[in-house]
């Protein structure tokens, strides 16, 4: 339905033209009748019509002076002016002004009928000209992440594309960074928690981590999140510039803050590196020296920011590439044939000191990366020597996440699994003193069977049986053993309130701890600590 205004100081008039056509007929309702156009002005703050039929001679303002005021007042109702044989000059100004068409009087129905359809023509163009360009605008909002993502990850992978950096397309794509004050924020996921073997999850996780930075920064920097899906050493990149000029460099603990929600919000462990401030031009460059800097993590542990302008970071070029110990796979390969533990122990002993020996010689990038070579050959190795027992097993020589200081035990059990007969009695009860440990420090994190069993390199139903046969109880109820225990000491030592004990002991559902606690304890929570015991 269309909406008509009628303005004219003919009283006459104005009712010929109501009562002689069925507007209804025509998808029209008449929504007033004013005497000049001062009183249609007023009308229209309220209700602006789709048509206006005015007349050019009017007291108190004219239907020219109304029409430039529809115009300076940027009223988008199509405008047919009434006019008799001596105004023609009038209503030729009224059409320079933006009127659609004029009619002569006396007015004739089918002539009056015949400009407003003209009317209505021209309003249903521009309303699907005006859906069109709405729907091409969402297209191009959508598409615009995209594109910019692209370009980001073209300037970050090609150092030639970064020096031919065109301002141009960088101010097409809105991207609202200074490119001559710009850090380089790398993010790696080191946990995955129980998300490890759903790529898909992963995807979305990347693009949550890009969230909670925009939340967590959005009043310190102006930042570009960038997911990258297929780079083994980053899981996202995020470009910043300071708000103010020479403002960058006080953010640290927005992003100790990101890595804490991460945690918190998504149940993953993440690792941060920091570039120094550049320039646009050298953005390959500094998703190199982020890339770098953040595996120090090797040296000194995960779940932190290592920030290049707060370390003496020496060109990854200038040093060396770590090479394993001379003849170590094919050692290592031959002790596992034999089945001699002790070598692979001494052979493990070897490999330790010689990682030691080459962290001052290799940046952390470098040496772990090596050492992955190196359990790939490994892995390859075994592989043709025994193709269906590490299949059936679901073995595999994965490098995990852990600071160098901490990799000697983690080696033992990932290279003790592909020792034939690793269900040995000695090799179970080792795997099981691993798997209580980690238990006891990730007690209150979303700990699952699955999850300790990739910890520990294991099958998971393999896991689950040796863990039910050594202790006598399953994995489930020992967790649950093991997180009431520690309720217990909080109950009787702290003064936090249950749900806070239970949130400590890793419960996020109150109800839920309160119903173990008394199905072990035969008492719940607050009657344990009332009575003191």
């Known amino acids: 339905m269309y909406s008509l205004l009628i303005v004219d100081d ?200 890009g969230n909670l930075a925009k939340e967590t920064g959005k009043h310190v920097v102006k930042m570009i999140t960038c997911p990258l899906h297929d780079d083994i050493d980053t899981d996202l990149v995020i470009l910043v510039s300071p708000y103010k000029e020479n403002d960058l460099g ?102 330790f000191a010689h990682l030691q020996m080459h962290k001052q010689k290799c940046s952390p990038h470098a040496l772990r990366k090596g050492l992955t070579s190196l359990f790939s050959e490994v892995e390859m190795k075994l592989e043709i020597t025994y193709p269906s027992d590490l299949k059936e097993a679901n073995k595999s020589f994965v490098l995990p996440y852990f600071a160098l200081s901490d990799l000697k035990d983690v080696l033992l059990t990932i290279l003790l699994q592909f020792q034939p007969g690793d269900n040995t009695s000695g090799n179970r009860k080792r795997f099981i003193e691993l798997a209580v440990d980690y238990m006891e420090k990730h007690y209150t994190e979303p700990l699952t069977m699955n999850r300790v069993a990739e910890h520990l390199f294991l099958n998971p139903s393999y896991f689950s049986k040796i863990f039910h046969e050594k202790m006598g109880d399953t994995f489930s109820k020992y967790l649950i053993r093991l997180r009431v225990n520690r309720a217990k000491e909080l109950l009787k030592d702290s003064t936090l309130k249950i749900y806070e004990v239970a949130e400590q002991v890793g419960y996020q559902d109150f109800r839920h701890f309160v119903k173990l606690f008394k199905e072990q304890e035969g008492m719940t929570p607050a009657q344990y600590r009332d009575i003191g015991v």
């Open 10 to 209: 003919e009283r006459w008039v104005r009712q010929g033209l109501v009562t002689t056509i069925d507007w209804l007929a025509e998808g029209i309702e008449v929504i007033g009748e004013m005497e000049d156009g001062e009183d249609a002005l007023t009308f229209i703050q309220d209700q602006i019509p789709d048509i206006i039929i005015t007349d050019i001679k009017m007291p108190r303002m004219d239907g020219l002076a109304f029409i430039e005021s529809l115009k300076n007042a940027n009223v988008p109702s199509k405008v047919i002016i009434i006019s008799g044989y001596s105004e023609f000059s009038y209503a030729q100004k009224a059409m320079r002004l933006g009127a659609v068409d004029y009619v002569l009087k006396p007015i004739e129905e089918t002539l009056i009928l015949e400009v407003v359809r003209k009317c209505i023509e021209q309003i249903k163009r521009e309303r699907e000209d005006h859906d069109e360009f709405v729907q091409m605008s969402e297209r191009v909002r959508e598409s615009l992440p995209l594109a910019r993502q692209r370009y980001v990850e073209t300037l970050l992978n090609n150092g030639s594309a970064s020096h031919q950096f065109s301002r141009t397309v960088w101010d097409r794509l809105n991207m609202q960074l200074d490119p001559n004050q710009i850090k380089v924020i790398m993010i790696k996921v080191y946990d995955w928690g129980v998300h490890e073997h759903n790529p898909k999850e992963h995807y979305l996780l990347r693009h949550a981590i």
């Open 250 to 351: 006080h953010e640290q603990a927005t992003w100790e803050t990101l890595i804490a929600a991460c945690w918190r919000y998504l149940g993953i462990g993440i690792n941060i590196g920091i570039s120094k401030q550049s320039q646009i031009t050298d953005l390959h460059a500094s998703f190199q020296e982020a890339v770098q800097i953040s595996a120090y993590a090797f040296y000194e542990g995960y779940g932190k920011v290592y920030d290049a302008d707060m370390m003496e970071v020496p060109q990854s070029h200038q040093l060396p590439k770590y090479t394993q110990p001379n003849g170590w796979v094919t050692r290592f390969v031959h002790a596992v044939k034999l089945s001699d533990e002790a070598a692979l122990r001494a052979l493990i002993d070897e490999l």
